[in-house]
T-cell receptor, first 114, second 112 residues
Framework: KQEVTQIPAALSVPEGENLVLNCSFTDSAIYNLQWFRQDPGKGLTSLLL?????REQTSGRLNASLDKSSGRSTLYIAASQPGDSATYLCAVQPTRTGTYKYIFGTGTRLKVLA | DGGITQSPKYLFRKEGQNVTLSCEQN?????MYWYRQDPGQGLRLIYY???????QKGDIAEGYSVSREKKESFPLTVTSAQKNPTAFYLC???????????FGNGTRLTVT
């Protein structure tokens, strides 16, 4: 059974610091992995999607990498800002359980201090 | 504006009452999902639909029902059989495999 884990559950950093968020999954049979941002009381916003054949994706100050064989992904945030404060979730789309299902991690709550 | 609209934003109900949460999309996406989010837990899949007039149970379907009569709409009914219905409910859509998952802004349901 596919399981997705995000450690740590919470993280506080000073503004301007570069940081890395971690996501691990137990089964490498995936179509893709997505990173999302969730602000309090809101829905999720898709940040980056990495297909299983890709190693990384970049968008602005965000860079996500995927190492399928080791079951790991990282989200790198450069020069963090207070506006980056949110919960970040990762999700995988397994190939074994049906084309359209996603399995989510529990998220890392990030606070960037001004 | 293209997007997903969930309504209402907040919903309060008494125990024993059924309640229906609305999810409407104008993205022309085939697949739609309902997730439940509880504090400290990840999103858990309730139901999903890959095409009109077809839907499948997710991991926690007991006490919930859905319909998919139109491509744009995927309402979720929380029945009195759901033992712990108070939660944040999220609707999502996607155009297909290897495409981003888009979310609405959620409905917070409180049952007392």
């Amino acid at each position: 059974k596919q399981e997705v884990t995000q450690i740590p559950a919470a993280l506080s950093v000073p503004e301007g610091e570069n940081l890395v968020l971690n996501c691990s999954f137990t089964d490498s049979a995936i179509y893709n992995l997505q990173w999302f941002r969730q602000d309090p009381g809101k829905g999720l916003t898709s940040l980056l999607l990495i297909q299983s054949s890709q190693r990384e994706q970049t968008s602005g100050r965000l860079n996500a990498s995927l190492d399928k064989s080791s079951g790991r992904s990282t989200l790198y945030i450069a020069a963090s800002q207070p506006g980056d404060s949110a919960t970040y979730l990762c999700a995988v789309q397994p190939t074994r359980t049906g084309t359209y299902k996603y399995i989510f991690g529990t998220g890392t709550r990030l606070k960037v201090l001004a | 504006d293209g997007g997903i609209t969930q309504s209402p934003k907040y919903l309060f109900r008494k125990e024993g009452q059924n309640v229906t949460l609305s999810c409407e999309q104008n993205l022309n996406h085939d697949a739609m999902y309902w997730y439940r989010q509880d504090p400290g837990q990840g999103l858990r899949l309730i139901y999903y639909s890959q095409i009109v007039n077809d839907f499948q149970k997710g991991d926690i379907a007991e006490g919930y029902s859905v319909s998919r009569e139109k491509k744009e709409s995927f309402p979720l009914t929380v029945t009195s059989a759901q033992k712990n219905p108070t939660a944040f409910y999220l609707c999502a859509t996607t155009i297909g495999v290897n495409s981003p998952l888009h979310f609405g802004n959620g409905t917070r349901l409180t049952v007392t």
